[in-house]
Protein backbone atom coordinates (compact mmCIF):
# COMPACT_ATOMS: atom_id res chain seq x y z
CA UNK A 1 0.00 0.00 0.00
CA UNK A 2 1.38 3.42 -1.08
CA UNK A 3 1.06 6.31 1.66
CA UNK A 4 1.74 9.99 0.89
CA UNK A 5 2.58 11.61 3.79
CA UNK A 6 2.78 15.11 4.04
CA UNK A 7 3.10 17.36 6.98
CA UNK A 8 1.29 20.45 7.99
CA UNK A 9 3.52 22.74 10.57
CA UNK A 10 0.67 24.01 12.15
CA UNK A 11 -0.70 22.43 15.56
CA UNK A 12 -4.37 20.68 15.12
CA UNK A 13 -7.33 23.11 16.47
CA UNK A 14 -8.58 19.92 17.99
CA UNK A 15 -5.63 18.31 19.34
CA UNK A 16 -5.21 15.77 16.63
CA UNK A 17 -1.10 14.56 16.02
CA UNK A 18 -2.30 13.49 11.91
CA UNK A 19 -5.53 13.26 9.96
CA UNK A 20 -6.00 10.05 7.93
CA UNK A 21 -7.57 9.76 4.90
CA UNK A 22 -8.38 7.71 1.52
CA UNK A 23 -9.87 8.85 -1.26
CA UNK A 24 -10.67 7.45 -4.51
CA UNK A 25 -9.14 7.27 -7.50
CA UNK A 26 -10.03 5.69 -10.44
CA UNK A 27 -7.19 6.12 -12.03
CA UNK A 28 -5.68 2.38 -11.99
CA UNK A 29 -7.98 -1.03 -10.63
CA UNK A 30 -4.61 -1.83 -9.32
CA UNK A 31 -4.85 1.50 -6.45
CA UNK A 32 -8.02 2.37 -6.49
CA UNK A 33 -7.72 4.11 -3.55
CA UNK A 34 -5.07 6.63 -2.65
CA UNK A 35 -3.75 7.00 1.18
CA UNK A 36 -3.15 10.14 3.06
CA UNK A 37 -1.28 11.08 6.26
CA UNK A 38 -1.11 14.52 7.53
CA UNK A 39 1.02 15.10 10.31
CA UNK A 40 0.35 17.87 12.31
CA UNK A 41 2.48 19.98 15.19
CA UNK A 42 6.36 18.27 15.07
CA UNK A 43 5.81 14.72 14.17
CA UNK A 44 7.86 11.76 15.96
CA UNK A 45 8.38 8.32 14.43
CA UNK A 46 5.90 7.28 17.12
CA UNK A 47 3.07 9.90 15.91
CA UNK A 48 4.05 8.68 12.81
CA UNK A 49 3.51 5.20 13.30
CA UNK A 50 0.53 5.92 14.69
CA UNK A 51 -0.87 7.55 12.13
CA UNK A 52 0.20 4.61 9.56
CA UNK A 53 -1.18 2.36 12.10
CA UNK A 54 -4.60 3.97 11.67
CA UNK A 55 -4.58 3.76 8.41
CA UNK A 56 -3.44 -0.07 8.12
CA UNK A 57 -6.41 -0.33 10.50
CA UNK A 58 -9.27 1.47 8.85
CA UNK A 59 -8.07 -0.89 5.68
CA UNK A 60 -8.74 -4.14 7.83
CA UNK A 61 -12.54 -2.54 8.94
CA UNK A 62 -12.77 -2.30 5.06
CA UNK A 63 -15.56 -0.83 3.00
CA UNK A 64 -16.21 -3.91 0.07
CA UNK A 65 -16.37 -0.92 -2.79
CA UNK A 66 -13.29 0.07 -4.23
CA UNK A 67 -14.34 4.36 -4.35
CA UNK A 68 -15.32 4.76 -0.71
CA UNK A 69 -13.75 7.72 1.19
CA UNK A 70 -12.44 7.48 4.37
CA UNK A 71 -11.23 10.44 6.71
CA UNK A 72 -9.97 9.96 10.42
CA UNK A 73 -8.93 11.91 13.31
CA UNK A 74 -5.94 10.47 15.08
CA UNK A 75 -5.12 11.59 18.91
CA UNK A 76 -3.34 10.31 21.71
CA UNK A 77 -6.40 10.16 23.51
CA UNK A 78 -9.01 9.03 21.00
CA UNK A 79 -7.21 6.88 19.00
CA UNK A 80 -8.48 7.00 15.16
CA UNK A 81 -12.42 8.64 14.90
CA UNK A 82 -13.95 9.00 12.06
CA UNK A 83 -15.95 7.74 9.05
CA UNK A 84 -16.02 7.00 5.56
CA UNK A 85 -18.65 6.99 2.61
CA UNK A 86 -19.50 5.67 -0.65
CA UNK A 87 -22.01 5.83 -3.22
CA UNK A 88 -23.89 2.59 -3.14
CA UNK A 89 -24.38 1.92 -7.16
CA UNK A 90 -27.49 -0.08 -6.50
CA UNK A 91 -29.77 2.90 -4.92
CA UNK A 92 -28.08 5.69 -5.96
CA UNK A 93 -27.87 6.33 -1.96
CA UNK A 94 -24.47 7.58 -0.46
CA UNK A 95 -24.12 5.48 2.65
CA UNK A 96 -21.83 6.44 5.63
CA UNK A 97 -20.30 4.51 8.19
CA UNK A 98 -18.74 5.23 11.31
CA UNK A 99 -15.41 4.23 12.76
CA UNK A 100 -13.40 4.59 15.60
CA UNK A 101 -10.51 2.89 16.32
CA UNK A 102 -9.38 2.06 19.99
CA UNK A 103 -5.84 3.63 20.79
CA UNK A 104 -4.53 0.10 22.37
CA UNK A 105 -5.35 -1.42 19.11
CA UNK A 106 -3.18 1.57 17.35
CA UNK A 107 -0.11 1.42 19.43
CA UNK A 108 -0.04 -2.63 19.14
CA UNK A 109 -0.22 -2.22 15.51
CA UNK A 110 2.43 0.93 15.61
CA UNK A 111 4.52 -1.11 17.79
CA UNK A 112 4.40 -3.96 14.61
CA UNK A 113 5.14 -1.34 12.09
CA UNK A 114 8.27 0.13 13.81
CA UNK A 115 9.42 -3.60 14.79
CA UNK A 116 9.69 -4.19 10.57
CA UNK A 117 10.26 -0.98 9.40
CA UNK A 118 11.10 1.71 11.92
CA UNK A 119 14.61 2.71 9.34
CA UNK A 120 11.98 3.60 6.45
CA UNK A 121 9.91 5.21 9.10
CA UNK A 122 12.59 7.33 10.39
CA UNK A 123 14.00 7.97 7.37
CA UNK A 124 10.77 9.45 5.63
CA UNK A 125 10.65 11.39 9.07
CA UNK A 126 13.91 13.00 8.56
CA UNK A 127 13.06 13.89 4.66
CA UNK A 128 10.01 15.94 5.85
CA UNK A 129 12.06 17.22 8.81
CA UNK A 130 14.94 18.68 6.49
CA UNK A 131 15.51 22.30 6.66
CA UNK A 132 16.50 22.66 2.92
CA UNK A 133 12.78 22.38 1.54
CA UNK A 134 12.12 25.25 -0.51
CA UNK A 135 10.19 27.97 0.71
CA UNK A 136 6.53 27.22 0.60
CA UNK A 137 6.86 23.96 -0.42
CA UNK A 138 4.00 21.49 0.49
CA UNK A 139 6.08 18.89 2.64
CA UNK A 140 5.31 15.41 1.51
CA UNK A 141 6.83 11.80 0.62
CA UNK A 142 5.83 8.77 -0.05
CA UNK A 143 6.05 5.55 1.49
CA UNK A 144 5.27 1.84 0.63
CA UNK A 145 3.88 -0.16 3.78
CA UNK A 146 3.94 -3.75 3.03
CA UNK A 147 0.27 -4.81 4.21
CA UNK A 148 0.56 -8.49 3.94
CA UNK A 149 2.65 -8.58 7.80
CA UNK A 150 -0.25 -6.01 9.27
CA UNK A 151 -3.09 -8.81 8.33
CA UNK A 152 -1.27 -11.46 9.67
CA UNK A 153 -0.02 -14.66 7.91
CA UNK A 154 -2.70 -16.50 8.73
CA UNK A 155 -5.38 -13.92 7.40
CA UNK A 156 -3.01 -13.55 4.33
CA UNK A 157 -2.81 -17.28 3.82
CA UNK A 158 -6.43 -17.57 3.73
CA UNK A 159 -7.10 -14.82 1.76
CA UNK A 160 -4.65 -15.98 -0.90
CA UNK A 161 -6.90 -19.93 -0.92
CA UNK A 162 -10.06 -18.19 -1.27
CA UNK A 163 -8.32 -16.17 -4.23
CA UNK A 164 -7.13 -18.96 -6.09
CA UNK A 165 -10.75 -20.07 -5.76
CA UNK A 166 -9.74 -23.79 -3.77
CA UNK A 167 -10.84 -24.69 -0.22
CA UNK A 168 -8.43 -25.79 1.98
CA UNK A 169 -9.25 -26.69 5.65
CA UNK A 170 -6.29 -26.04 8.58
CA UNK A 171 -5.37 -29.33 10.06
CA UNK A 172 -5.34 -28.09 13.70
Given at each position: ????????QTTS???SIARVSAVASADTLEHPMREIVTLYGVPTTESLALALAATLEARKAGISTPLATRDLRVSTEDGAVGGSAWHDRRTGEIIRRELSIPLTVLRETA???LEEGEQGIRR???GLLMPEWPEGVRRALTLQVATVSAAGPDVTLAQMREADGD??????
Open positions: MDVMVEWDADGRELLLANFRDDD
